[in-house]
C-alpha cells in the first residue's frame, strides 16, 4: 500500500514527527509538509498542493 500523507507543520494536535514516523511504516509514502499551514490548506499553498496531489496518478 503507498501514499501521501499531509501534515500542517502548525498543526500541535499532530506533530510532524508523528507524521514522519507513519511515513517510514507506510512502503512508498510520501510526506508533503505544509510548512504555513495549521488545520487548513492556505490559500497560497493551494497551487503547490494541486501539484503534489496530481502526482498520485
Known sequence: MSGR???AR???AFPVGNAQAIAREIPGARLF???EA???IPD???GTVTEAMLTLG
Open 10 to 12: 502548525r498543526r500541535r
Open 44 to 46: 497560497t499553498a493551494a
Open 38 to 40: 495549521a488545520t487548513a
Open 33 to 35: 509538509v505544509l510548512e
Open 5 to 7: 500523507l499531509r501534515v
